[in-house]
């Protein structure tokens, strides 16, 4: 494996070689943003980068594509008067001393009942892990269904918090969330989970999946661009 980078106007592209056994030259750019190019065994490093530069534009638009499954969350505090999302919309959070330990949302305002010895922040994302586990599998149900004339279904969701994404789909089909996603509005989950479900059928992010992901969600750059801007 080489690696190596070129310029591209204000942009470095930064790309892996590897060289095998094969008549032809690939590039892919995997969700993590990195980019690798698998080579014939013998072409220059020359030909490579001119390759790279004649797909810089496709490039960094796969990468632009990516960078929106990039959560970026923000510090928030977790005291009376701070606010914090719930399924797209804004409540305050209020903390009150209680006997009895519970999170509830009531009215515009994010309710933490807590004693003197508990933590507000673990107590909230234990709330939001709970809410998206239900609320997720519940809005999965009826796009799991719609997928199934394409003869496909996930082995399960399930909940795991990322660092650089929202959603995956691992090799042996089980769609995987970010607990995160919770705090979006309905239609960013739907399309976290269509895209995902999307890659059931096409593991990459070929034209076709990118047909797929339209025929299922014509509005999903709406969504994604949503979802980037929101927990912002």
């Not at 003869?151 to 995160?180: A, D, F, H």
Request: charged share 30%; proline share 5%.
């Amino acid at each position: 494996m080489i690696l190596q980078s070129i310029q591209f106007g204000s942009k470095t592209i930064n790309y892996q070689v590897f060289y095998s056994d094969r008549k032809t030259l690939g590039i892919t750019v995997d969700p993590e943003m990195e980019i690798s190019v698998k080579a014939p065994t013998g072409i220059s490093l020359e030909k490579i980068e001119e390759k790279i530069r004649k797909r810089a534009p496709w490039i960094l638009k796969q990468q632009d594509y990516f960078l929106g499954f990039f959560p970026k969350m923000p510090k928030r505090k977790y005291i009376s008067g701070e606010t914090h999302l719930y399924l797209g919309r804004t409540y305050l959070l209020k903390v009150i001393q209680s006997e009895k330990v519970e999170v509830r949302y009531k009215g515009r305002f994010i309710e933490i009942a807590k004693t003197d010895k508990s933590d507000s922040e673990r107590l909230l994302k234990q709330w939001y892990k709970v809410k998206a586990k239900v609320k997720f599998a519940e809005i999965a149900e009826p796009l799991i269904q719609r997928f199934e004339k394409y003869n496909v279904s996930p082995k399960g969701i399930y909940i795991q918090e990322m660092s650089k994404r929202w959603g995956s789909c691992t090799p042996k089909g089980k769609i995987i969330l970010n607990p995160e996603l919770i705090k979006a509005p309905k239609a960013c989950i739907e399309y976290v989970i269509i895209h995902e479900l999307c890659h059931l059928i096409h593991h990459d992010h070929s034209q076709k999946f990118m047909d797929l992901q339209s025929k299922e969600m014509p509005d999903w750059e709406k969504w994604k661009n949503k979802l980037e801007n929101i927990l912002s």
